[in-house]
């Protein structure tokens, strides 16, 4: 049984899930992530090949493990979008994509190797995926995470409805 955050069963959860899923902010956060994606692949499969055999024996270890901390970054982002995504062509209930498998969080600590002896396209990639991440994350909390927050008073509007109430309408 797939767990489901406490909050899944409110309608407005829901709303807000179903809402962003048809958005112009998810289009442009989606076609974002994606380009990042198959930029990744590509400077890595090109570009980043040449890039890291030309490196120190310490900077090859750190351009490794900030390759596999890119593409693992990158694999959650497309995953959390490509849920959003099923949630908007309807493959999905926003209820299910309300489950903690499909949360994004926060990124383990790693040891971050010098910068300056990083080729370039590596550390530009970085850099940008971390922004996307970051944003992607905070999406996550306040569509997922976070308890709905309750409406402002509007005291105009209960000096409506409190005349409306005395007088009828």
């Known amino acids: 049984m797939t767990e489901v955050n406490a909050f899944a069963d409110t309608p407005w959860r829901a709303g807000v899930i179903q809402d962003f899923a048809r958005s ?36 090859a270890l750190g351009y490794a493990a900030e ?17 959003q995504r099923a949630v908007r062509e309807g493959e999905m209930p926003p209820e299910a994509a309300c489950a903690e498998s499909y949360r994004l969080g926060e990124e383990a600590a790693a040891e971050t190797p010098a910068v300056e ?19 992607v994350r905070h999406l996550d909390r306040r569509m997922y995470v976070e308890a709905p927050h309750e409406e402002a008073p509007r005291p105009v509007q209960a000096h409506f409805d409190r005349l409306t109430a005395a007088f009828g309408g």
């Open 67 to 83: 390759s596999m901390r890119l593409t693992t970054r990158l694999m959650q982002v497309a995953s959390w979008l490509l849920v």
């Open 117 to 135: 002896e990083l080729p370039f396209g590596l550390t530009n990639l970085l850099t940008r995926s971390e922004r996307l991440y970051e944003r």
């Open 24 to 59: 112009e902010l998810f289009d442009r956060t989606f076609e974002e992530g994606m380009q990042l994606v198959e930029e990744t692949a590509a400077y890595l499969d090109g570009a980043g090949r040449h890039d890291s055999k030309i490196l120190s024996r310490n900077a």
